[in-house]
């Protein structure tokens, strides 16, 4: 494969896969939250339950994508680290803390959501969609600025 070629495909997965996770993130909190908040607590917390589950999945596979196309563009494309500029480097460093929240979010109070829901414990549940929420909030506005970022930094100077 040539540079170009390896540019073009790790670029589009690596944009695609972060419109999926931020457009994801932007969906839950702007449109289905304030559309939940009428519904009764167990409808609203199963729906919720499903909704994250299948999320939560495009989310692990938007990951792999935004890691494995960072670092191919990165070692094929630029070079290696010494030639990358300032933006990839903020890029990487606030992804990373995505990922990490992440993966908090995703063993922690997501973990403890489901089982308190399984029991039928609904204020137990709720506060930890609490927590998740919280965790989604952080990651939307990082992950606005991410993109912000790495679309606009190659012309930064
Ligand atoms: C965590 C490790 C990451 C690495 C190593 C990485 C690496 C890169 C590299 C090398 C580029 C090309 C920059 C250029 O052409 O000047 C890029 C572009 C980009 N990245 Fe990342 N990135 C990472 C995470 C993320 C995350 C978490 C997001 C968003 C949620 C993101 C969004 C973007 C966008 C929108 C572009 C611009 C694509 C385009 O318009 O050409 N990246 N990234």
């Known amino acids: 494969m040539t540079t170009g070629a390896i540019a073009t495909v790790a670029l589009i997965l690596h944009s695609l896969a972060a419109v999926v996770w931020v457009g994801g993130m932007f969906f839950a909190l702007m449109a289905l ?3 939940t908040t009428a519904l009764e607590p167990g409808t ?3 729906l919720w339950s499903r909704t994250l589950e299948r999320f939560f999945t495009w989310v692990w596979a938007a990951i792999a994508l935004l890691l494995a196309s960072g ?3 990165i070692f094929w494309v630029f070079g290696g680290f010494g030639k990358i500029g300032l933006h990839i480097n903020l890029m990487q460093g606030i992804g990373i803390i995505m990922m990490l929240a992440f993966f908090h979010l995703y063993f922690a109070p ?3 959501f489901r089982a308190a829901l399984a029991r039928q414990d609904y204020p137990a549940a709720a506060g930890q969609l609490n927590q998740i929420r919280i965790i989604v909030t952080i990651n939307l506005v990082l992950g606005l600025i991410t993109v912000a970022i790495g679309s606009s930094g190659r012309y930064w100077g």
């Open 71 to 73: 670092y191919a563009l």
């Open 110 to 112: 997501w973990r403890r």
């Open 33 to 35: 939250r304030p559309s």
């Open 44 to 46: 609203r917390l199963s």
